[in-house]
């Protein structure tokens, strides 16, 4: 299977084409440097995003409590992890770095709160 | 009246990085004036992640970045009044604030750093026909409303223009259960940085219409659709290229303004093109002791690059209040020309110089295999091919001190685009 993205290592933006076999890089073309290469490589095997939102805030300064992903992950799981955090409320205090929600969606990952809120 | 030393105005990440600078630089009475009622600026908002990756070599999000320097400004006891707009200055320094606990207060500083950031360009600024709806929004808005007040702007959105405010929102909106149908862009190329078209955008399968821009948008008191055309070299819309998108909501990300109204009120010099302060090597404009940085200097695409350079304006405002001053040396202006829009900083003064100066500019146009030249009067002194330059990616060259120093006739350092 040949998947062909855009290189995002530079604003150049190059075209690259990956082949895929069982798995495995069969061939590379379109990139421009080994950076390129490394990254197109990567994004064909293993796709991965941090993954940042928002949950509600309870009693809290403000009603809304930015989070993320502690770590990036699997792209195709982007969606359970939003529906995972609906209809999440957290009590203030919270602090920068709080767990709030533990192994989302079944990707053994955290998303904690990237802000810390006082009580109201 | 009361008074402090430096006043700095807003608490975003420009003034935050100031502030901390000048406290480490031995002067205690710094004071931040931010109208928010939280520090750290538009980082607040900006919950997605990609920040300080050349400054703590991690991708952190915009409130953590934020709150890497907030948490500083804390442990050096730095003075901050919040909920608090300056409403007037002038040239003796002299600021007046007001609030809703003290009324109207007028505060004397000795240096005074403007840090008050950038605004969103409106729709006013540009000619779309149609009606007044609702559901009109400048990108930055509708992420205000989204991720610090918890409030959906709308259901089905087109966005104008592919700044990086706009893109990262088209995946927001996706993420909170929208359907975003479209980003047009007027240029044939994005403004917006090439990680946020792919992760934002081509992640979620949402069309970049390049050379696109909205011609009319439909409905009286909401929005019901806009038309989409395709542009000509001129930017003019195509006859028959129109499609109708039908939407309730259309977002705005078509530039960013640098706020200098209060710049203009001190009367400083100011650059047509950035329509900011002309700063100098150490970003000081031209009222002395006066400095500027961040977003109200020049419109950045990364925050690194805002803490650094407001960092050297926070050192050289503790140096302007507490010495040691030197007398002002020669001063070599810096000139942007052939494809490079504008410099900063404008001049340079070869020996107040600490081993290197950056001058960052934008680029005109999208070049591929140009070189970026500096000239130093007529000769050419440094070149560096680079495979792409374009005007949404920020540019720089680093002059060394050593380099300025041989040369003690310099009067003019020119940066170019050139195809060699």
Do not use: W
Request: glycine letters at 10%; hydrophobic letters at 40%.
């Amino acid at each position: 299977m040949i998947t062909t993205l855009t290189c995002i290592v530079c604003p150049m933006g190059c075209s690259v084409s990956v082949a895929l076999e069982n798995g495995i890089v069969t061939e590379v073309a379109g990139y421009s440097c080994a950076r390129g290469k490394k990254y197109a490589e990567k994004e064909v095997v293993d796709p991965r995003r941090i993954v940042t939102s928002i949950v509600r805030v309870v009693d809290g300064e403000i009603p809304i409590l930015s989070v993320k992903t502690k770590e990036s992950i699997k792209k195709d799981k982007i969606f359970d992890c939003i529906a995972s955090l609906k209809g999440i409320a957290v009590s203030a205090p919270v602090k920068i770095g709080d767990v709030i929600v533990k192994n989302v969606a079944g990707t053994d990952v955290d998303v904690i709160a990237t802000k810390s809120i006082d009580a109201a | 009246m009361e008074t402090c030393e430096i006043a700095v105005i807003g608490g975003g990440p420009a003034g935050l990085a100031a502030a901390a600078a000048a406290k480490k630089h031995g002067v205690d009475g710094v004071l931040i004036i931010d109208r928010d009622n939280r520090l750290g600026g538009i980082l607040n908002q900006c919950i997605h992640n990609g920040f300080g990756l050349h400054t703590f070599n991690e991708e952190l999000t915009g409130p953590e970045y934020a709150a890497r320097f907030v948490d500083e400004v804390d442990r050096l006891g730095i003075r901050c009044m919040l909920n608090t707009m300056v409403l007037d200055i002038n040239e003796r320094k002299e600021i007046t604030v007001m609030n809703s606990s003290d009324g109207l207060t007028e505060i004397k500083a000795e240096s005074v750093i403007l840090a008050m950031g950038c605004r969103e360009r409106p729709r006013g600024a540009l000619s779309i026909p149609g009606y007044r709806p609702a559901g009109i929004y400048s990108a930055g808005t509708a992420q205000r409303l989204i991720n610090i007040e918890g409030y959906m702007p709308g259901k089905e959105i087109v966005i104008l223009g592919s700044g990086d405010i706009g893109l990262i929102m088209a995946r927001r909106l996706t993420l909170e259960g929208a359907v975003v149908k479209a980003v047009a862009e007027i240029m044939p190329y994005s403004s917006g940085l090439k990680r946020n078209i792919v992760q934002c955008l081509d992640d979620f399968g949402i069309p970049l219409k390049l050379s696109h821009t909205v011609v009319d948008i439909k409905g009286r008191t909401r929005v019901e659709g806009v038309s989409i055309a395709q542009v000509d070299g001129n930017r003019a819309p195509i006859e028959g290229t129109e499609e109708y998108y039908a939407c309730d909501t259309l977002l705005l990300s078509v530039g960013l303004i640098p706020e200098n109204e209060l710049s203009q009120k001190i009367n400083l010099a100011m650059d047509p093109v950035t329509n900011s302060p002309i700063v100098n090597d150490i970003f000081e404009t031209s009222a002395p002791g006066v400095f500027a940085c961040g977003n109200a200097l020049h419109v950045h695409d990364l925050v690194d690059y805002v803490s650094e350079e407001a960092a050297i304006a926070g050192k050289n405002a503790a140096r302007h209040v507490r010495g040691p001053r030197t007398a002002p040396g020669r001063q070599i202006s810096v000139k942007a020309a052939d494809g490079v829009t504008y410099t900063v900083p404008r001049t340079i003064d070869p020996q107040r110089a600490e081993g290197t100066v950056k001058i960052r500019f934008r680029v005109r146009d999208v070049y591929r295999g140009h070189c970026l030249n500096v000239y130093f009067d007529g000769d050419k002194v440094q070149s560096s091919k680079k495979m792409i330059l374009t005007p949404g990616e920020m540019e720089e060259v680093t002059l060394k001190k050593s380099d300025l120093a041989k040369r003690d006739d310099l009067k003019e350092i020119t940066v170019k685009v050139e195809k060699e």
